[in-house]
């Protein structure tokens, strides 16, 4: 299955905390686009290494290949080219005389030559890939971190440079992100806390995976799909893509987790937004709706209800309901009451929006008030009485701080 990050959104309503939003999201090359999106990939020997600093530049680093073997690119027998950053692993390469394998891009690509990057800049640059690989490789040690569009790690010399010799010629300028789910036996290695994307060219392969998906019973399938059949343009693309302009499915994009004002038709954008990049004309399509006041308010208790039961063993109840609602600049805002209750223990807590600091609280009686880091600052109260084992499991979860 293919999965893509689109237009910078995250369709998924999350019933923990907001601080599940610091695991990092690994995105890494596979050696197939690494190729294709690089202007020169070539094999030789570093006969030069020269590094400078200038007073209030950064060190810039200018390297000198002689060249065996020009996989991709004009034939020189020397090139020359810079290295805006370097990896600690790539630092330790160029102190290397074995054959290396390097790729590079025209500094041209990049607009106007920063002169911090070198004295005078050369043509050519390292590509800068993702997090990973590499773009400067030494073949004469173990290969690492090194991917096949195929899903597989790359481990052999004769195998990397055979890859690369076949990707050579080939002309892709889009890519696509393939998932690396859990069972691959090198999902381990790149797994920051979050999502794992191989980039891989948009291969032609590939259009027939996204024309079923357009179909598929699942909403982020047909999403996928929306979001990259315009790198495959024809007319049976076009076909698909203003079906999907009537797609019905609906996730929210407006304020936060517990307070949500609109939902937005994200397969139909999707689609839309393909269809531009195809050059089509595009109708005036409805991409939003306001929500009522009944699914603002169950999206409210239901996101209070998950947390509150996550942060607790079994054998509590958890029930909940609207305390009081002030006018915001966007709409109503509303504080909740969620009621526990185990045996004869009955407490609740209050959650407030953060922006009542600024005004006197609302006079519910005693209530022993925190700030929650863990929920953009909302305040939050305790009443009534419970364990202190089981008030620090839920000052634990959202992060609370004690009010002064």
């Known amino acids: 299955m293919i999965r893509l990050i689109?237009?910078?959104?995250?369709?998924?309503?999350?019933?923990?905390?907001?601080?599940?939003?610091?695991?990092?999201?690994?995105?890494?090359?596979?050696?197939?686009?690494?190729?294709?999106?690089?202007?020169?990939?070539?094999?030789?020997?570093?006969?030069?290494?020269?590094?400078s600093k200038k007073a209030g530049e950064r060190r810039s680093t200018v390297c000198v290949l002689e060249v065996s073997e020009m996989i991709k690119g004009e034939g020189h027998p020397r090139l020359t080219f810079a290295c805006p950053s370097l990896s600690e692993n790539e630092e330790t390469v160029l102190k290397s005389r074995a054959d290396l394998l390097v790729f590079l891009s025209s500094s041209k690509l990049e607009g106007k030559p920063d002169p911090a990057v070198a004295p005078t800049p050369p043509e050519l640059l390292l590509t800068d890939a993702h997090h990973w690989p590499d773009t400067v490789i030494d073949l004469s040690q173990p290969l690492r971190h090194l991917y096949s569009k195929a899903l597989r790690k790359?481990?052999?010399?004769?195998?990397?440079?055979?890859?690369?010799?076949?990707?050579?010629?080939?002309?892709?300028?889009?890519?696509?992100?393939?998932?690396?789910?859990?069972?691959?036996?090198?999902h381990g290695e790149l797994y920051g806390g979050s999502a794992v994307y191989l980039v891989v060219p948009a291969d032609e392969e590939?259009?027939?995976?996204?024309?079923?998906?357009?179909?598929?019973?699942?909403?982020?399938?047909?999403?996928?799909?929306?979001?990259?059949?315009?790198?495959?343009?024809?007319?049976?693309?076009?076909?698909?893509?203003?079906?999907?302009?009537?797609?019905?499915?609906e996730m929210d994009e407006s304020g936060t987790a517990d307070d949500v004002s609109e939902f937005a038709y994200f397969v139909r954008a999707a689609a839309l937004e393909s269809l531009k990049q195809m050059g089509k004309p595009v109708p005036d399509i409805v991409l939003k709706r306001q929500l009522t006041?009944?699914?603002?308010?169950?999206?409210?208790?239901?996101?209070?209800?998950?947390?509150?039961?996550?942060?607790?063993?079994?054998?509590?109840l958890t029930a909940v309901q609207d305390a009081q609602s002030r006018p915001g600049a966007s709409g109503d805002q509303v504080a909740v009451w969620v009621n526990l209750a185990k045996g004869p223990i009955r407490c609740r807590w209050v959650v407030m929006p953060r922006d009542w600091k600024k005004s006197p609280l609302p006079q519910w009686g005693p209530i022993e008030m925190y700030t929650a880091r863990a929920n953009s600052g909302r305040l939050m109260g305790?009443?009534?009485?419970?364990?202190?084992?089981?008030?620090?499991?839920?000052?634990?979860?959202?992060?609370?701080?004690?009010?002064k």
């Open 6 to 51: 689109v237009h910078g959104l995250a369709f998924t309503l999350l019933l923990a905390t907001e601080s599940t939003a610091r695991a990092e999201l690994s995105i890494v090359d596979s050696v197939e686009w690494l190729t294709c999106r690089s202007d020169v990939v070539a094999v030789g020997q570093l006969i030069s290494v020269t590094r």
């Open 154 to 186: 790359v481990t052999d010399r004769a195998d990397l440079l055979a890859t690369c010799r076949g990707m050579a010629p080939v002309s892709i300028s889009n890519s696509l992100q393939r998932d690396v789910h859990p069972g691959l036996p090198f």
């Open 206 to 249: 590939y259009r027939a995976e996204y024309l079923k998906l357009a179909h598929s019973k699942s909403s982020s399938d047909r999403q996928d799909a929306a979001a990259n059949l315009w790198k495959y343009p024809g007319p049976e693309t076009e076909r698909v893509l203003r079906g999907l302009l009537e797609d019905t499915a």
């Open 293 to 316: 006041k009944d699914e603002q308010r169950k999206i409210r208790h239901d996101y209070w209800r998950n947390s509150f039961q996550g942060a607790f063993p079994d054998g509590w």
């Open 382 to 403: 305790l009443q009534g009485s419970m364990s202190q084992k089981e008030k620090e499991l839920v000052i634990a979860c959202f992060e609370l701080v004690p009010v």
